[in-house]
């Protein structure tokens, strides 16, 4: 059959999954809506968890970004994994216990303030619509790269999907959803990882391949050929990186913290029924997360490897097909600047900038770019760092069914992350802004129906952001983790572990780390893009990595204006000891 | 709602001395496992990276190794026991779920 209508079949029969789990699991309480009832087992649970926490980037960048980067690459692996130890230990248990809905409704009952809750809903929605931008983005990406449908109209049927499911269904139809949406992505990212694993060392499991040696006879460890292959072409070693080691420390942390303080992640350990299960659950997530975190970074290593074998000193006539495709999508581009007909790569931009082709083909059948010229060094491929793990299965030959598997996967990561940051922006108006602030005498099924209504105005917010993306969205991705980990990290771990600290210190604390975090990146990012080099950076760390200072801002702030005021009422005193242990008093 | 209450340290206190046994505990076994966690990651996988790298552990340079898969590996680890010993302690306490 047709690659083109596998795809196709796969990425329906998918869907239709979806939506018919949506439809066996309608919520019809609150309880339901926002926590899926709190019945929900921690293994399943765990691996919702994983669909919800691996998203867009995670399936389709990350590997190709460690290609590119190599050691550096790890910040991603170990930050997007050790937040889950921080949430286990540190908060998951604790907030179960509470027993709740929102991350707010915490913030604003253990410090006992009505402003609390809103600062909190303000970073919240802040962090939940960046991250979800991209999600939209990604999934209309994948539809236009594999089934040749606008992006437009991509984004518009995923937006019919979430909404399907995430508006009937509430927290439980995402749940279930996303246990099935897991199922899809780590079968689609594993089958690949399999195949080009056994091709180039000849033992099929990735994380043990990247320790062996290449198949092809030389004896050299598959990292060892890369560490010389790179080197002789003028990069750096891959197992060395180029990061300064303070800004690998800040953005490792910046990006675990900034994991253990995301809504959206903490609220999936408020559906579990017991304390002791959120920490079984959050362990369970972390083995779902690390069957495709440890994959990743030997997916990496092995497409960089094919692509500079298939790629360097080749003629572009016999460029493999796989070329001549991505190429067709805008994703690769060559120049050839010394005008041998040949490829080279090298270190250093091919050009200025992301290509602008020509209407008419170079003499050798190239497509023209147009951009100007970079001829301080001798690199001719431009490639977009996505397609180590889109054209993976091309570069390595395997039939089509696996790249219809890919498809379905990268659609599934994108939608159910998608789905649970929705429930948690329209939770938090419904509930935290509504009920709790501003309408307390809402009745629940007005709660519920005011749920579905805000989740369905943030579908078509995060549509319309996935259509139209406003220039910045690629840059504050930052945004997220640091602002998570410099605001509600904070208020959240010294809510459990302090009882001092009290309202004063607690909205202070968020305020100062939230605005210092948002000034400096959107210093940066957004206001002065041409000064973001690390001789202007404070301590030498990157705007990704800054969220650590915001955190230790938030902390410092925090203890020293709650040693100034009152000490919490003694309620609260009583509702952290209640937290502090598993067993229903 | 209290005004200008000075703070006293066992505010507001409901625990029994059970109770706060447990938390203190519970809070040794965190220091201990988060010590881990940091050594694990932010050490063997950024801070002596470069020391590492001169042992290898199969084809992989050791610091490497920790930085792309052994903390991960690691992590799981943490988890599974604070979970274990928890459930344990609990028990002991006669504080479980």
């Known amino acids: 059959m047709e690659t083109q209508t596998l795809i196709y079949i796969f990425v329906g029969l998918s869907f239709a999954l979806y939506i018919g789990i949506a439809i066996a699991s309608r919520a019809g309480s609150t309880k339901e809506f926002y926590v899926a009832g709190g019945g929900v087992n921690p293994v399943v649970n765990g691996m919702a968890t994983a669909a919800d926490w691996m998203s867009a980037a ?7 970004i460690i290609a590119f980067s190599g050691y550096d690459g790890s910040v991603y692996l170990m930050g997007w994994t050790g937040g889950y130890v921080m949430l286990a230990l540190l908060l998951a248990p604790y907030l179960r216990k509470f027993g709740q809905f929102t991350v707010p409704d915490f913030i604003g009952t253990r410090y006992y303030s009505k402003a609390a809750r809103v600062v909190a809903v303000i970073c919240l929605i802040f962090i939940s619509f960046t991250y979800i931008a991209g999600q939209m983005r990604g999934v209309g990406i994948v ?4 089934l040749d449908v606008p992006i437009t109209l991509g984004v518009i049927i995923g937006m019919g999907i979430v909404f399907v499911y995430a508006v009937l269904g509430g927290m439980k139809g995402i749940t279930y959803t996303q246990v099935a949406q897991y199922c899809v992505l780590i079968f689609a990212y594993m089958v690949p990882a399999f195949f080009i694993s056994f091709l180039i060392t000849g033992n099929p499991v990735p994380q043990l391949g990247l320790g062996s040696t290449v198949d092809d006879g030389s004896g050299l460890y598959v990292l060892q050929k890369l560490d010389l292959v790179l080197q002789d072409m003028g990069f750096g070693a891959y197992t060395d990186g180029s990061k300064s080691m303070i800004d690998v420390f800040c953005i490792t942390a910046a990006l675990m913290i900034g994991t253990a303080g995301l809504p959206h992640v903490i609220v999936r350990f408020f559906t579990v029924p017991k304390a002791s299960d959120a920490r079984k659950s959050a362990g369970w997530a972390l083995v779902f997360i690390a069957l495709l975190y440890t994959t990743a970074p030997a997916v990496g290593a092995f497409a960089r490897l094919n692509f500079i074998d298939s790629v360097q000193n080749t003629e572009y006539a016999e ?3 796989w070329f001549k495709n991505w190429e067709s999508n805008d994703l690769i581009a060559w120049r050839d600047k010394n005008g041998d007909g040949k490829m080279q790569l090298g270190k250093g931009e091919p050009f200025k900038g992301a290509p602008l082709f020509a209407e008419e083909a170079g003499t050798n059948g190239e497509r023209i ?3 100007e010229a970079a001829d301080d060094n001798p690199n001719e491929v431009y490639v977009d760092r996505d397609i180590m793990v889109l054209a993976n299965p091309e570069i390595a030959n395997l039939p089509g069914w696996v790249i219809a598997l890919v498809a379905a996967g990268g659609l599934a990561a994108a939608l159910s992350t998608a789905a649970g940051l929705l429930l948690v922006i329209s939770s938090s108006i419904s509930h935290d802004l509504l009920k709790k602030t501003f309408r307390p005498k809402i009745t629940e099924k007005g709660e519920l129906l005011a749920a579905r209504l805000a989740a369905t105005a943030a579908i078509v917010v995060a549509g319309y952001l996935g259509i139209y993306p406003p220039g910045w969205v690629a840059q504050v991705v930052a945004f997220a983790f640091g602002l998570a980990a410099a605001s509600l990290f904070p208020a959240i771990f010294m809510g459990i572990f302090s009882k001092r600290m009290n309202r004063e210190g ?10 210092f975090t948002f000034l400096y990146i959107g210093w940066f990012k957004l206001w002065s893009p041409e000064s973001n080099v690390a001789a202007n950076w404070l301590f030498g760390i990157s705007p990704e990595g800054i969220g650590v200072i915001g955190m230790v801002l938030n902390f410092a702030v925090a203890i020293a204006v709650a040693k100034f005021t009152n000490a919490p009422p003694r309620e609260i005193g009583q509702l952290i000891d209640n937290i502090r242990v598993p067993r229903i008093r | 709602m209290a005004e200008n209450r000075p703070y006293a340290p066992d505010d507001g206190v409901e625990a029994s001395e059970n109770e706060k046994a447990y938390w203190s505990q519970n809070i040794r076994l965190l220091w201990t496992l988060m010590t881990i966690w940091f050594v694990v990651s932010f050490g063997a996988g950024i801070l002596f990276r470069e020391f590492l790298d001169q042992f290898a552990i ?9 930085a792309q898969q052994g903390a991960i590996y690691f992590f799981i680890l943490l988890i599974i026991f604070y979970s274990v010993r928890m459930k344990q302690i609990e028990r002991q306490y006669d504080l479980d779920d």
């Not at chain 1, 604390?509 to 605005?515: I, W």
């Not at chain 2, 199969?58 to 920790?66: A, E, K, R």
């Open chain 2, 58 to 66: 199969g084809g992989y340079p050791l610091g490497f190794w920790f």
């Open chain 1, 506 to 515: 607690a909205i202070a604390g968020m305020v100062a780390g939230l605005s």
């Open chain 1, 319 to 321: 460029a493999p097909a």
């Open chain 1, 369 to 371: 770019v147009q951009n």
């Open chain 1, 143 to 146: 539809f236009s790269r594999f």
């Open chain 1, 58 to 64: 995670s399936f389709i960048s990350m590997a190709g």
